[in-house]
T-cell receptor, first 115, second 114 residues
Framework: DTGVSQDPRHKITKRGQNVTFRCDPI?????LYWYRQTLGQGPEFLTYFQNEAQLEKSRLLSDRFSAERPKGSFSTLEIQRTEQGDSAMYLCASTDPGIKGEKLFFGSGTQLSVL | QQQVKQSPQSLIVQKGGISIINCAYENTAFDYFPWYQQFPGKGPALLIAIRPDVSEKKEGRFTISFNKSAKQFSLHIMDSQPGDSATYFCAARGNSGSARQLTFGSGTQLTVLP
């Protein structure tokens, strides 16, 4: 496994700006997840894709958030009109339930700071 | 709504000692209970996992104990080493409804002193 890759590692933005993060999952994995982790807390589920289809979204995912996985490979998470409360680590994870069962492989995350 | 409660928040153990981290859950639909280990600047990595049809699972120095009636499970790290110093998260997942996705505990920061 070459690992889940996330870009950028860090992002500092001003309140009201839009930001976009990218996730490249492990190549043979058909499921891709986005989680958010705030300081001192565990990751919280945001959304997941089966191939290119977005199958579930958490109520945490406000309408300012949008995620895509256009060709079933990499995914992007966009936050519009960022707020200070959006400051968090955004984690991407991937798996192939047929091969890896329940195991999620996480990337190192994108740390977002909204000033 | 915190469906998985984890304790303690932090733990300091001497090298060679036993580290014990506890979790309790509320949703009886949960049927998969993993533990993840996270080092600073990294994403969580699966350490060990259990299903409720067994009461204990051991992999090397790591053991999960599971008590279905009490809705509790714990991680035991035997012969703790400084390299085990990390944040540990318990999690739970079911197969239907709101339990379909992994719900994580709030984490335990473990420090193993040399």
């Amino acid at each position: 496994d070459t690992g889940v890759s996330q870009d950028p590692r860090h992002k500092i933005t001003k309140r009201g700006q839009n930001v976009t993060f990218r996730c490249d999952p492990i190549s043979e994995h058909n499921r891709l997840y986005w989680y958010r982790q705030t300081l001192g807390q565990g990751p919280e589920f945001l959304t997941y894709f089966q191939n290119e289809a977005q199958l579930e979204k958490s109520r945490l995912l406000s309408d300012r958030f949008s995620a895509e996985r256009p060709k079933g490979s990499f995914s992007t998470l966009e936050i519009q009109r960022t707020e200070q409360g959006d400051s968090a680590m955004y984690l991407c994870a991937s798996t192939d339930p047929g091969i890896k069962g329940e195991k999620l492989f996480f990337g190192s995350g994108t740390q977002l700071s909204v000033l | 709504q915190q469906q998985v409660k984890q304790s303690p928040q932090s733990l300091i153990v001497q090298k060679g000692g036993i580290s014990i981290i506890n979790c309790a859950y509320e949703n009886t639909a949960f049927d998969y209970f993993p533990w993840y280990q996270q080092f600073p600047g990294k994403g969580p990595a699966l350490l060990i996992a259990i299903r409720p049809d067994v009461s204990e699972k051991k992999e090397g120095r790591f053991t999960i104990s599971f008590n279905k009636s009490a809705k509790q499970f714990s991680l035991h790290i035997m012969d703790s080493q400084p390299g085990d110093s990390a944040t540990y998260f318990c999690a739970a997942r079911g197969n239907s409804g709101s339990a379909r996705q992994l719900t994580f505990g709030s984490g335990t920061q473990l420090t193993v002193l040399p």
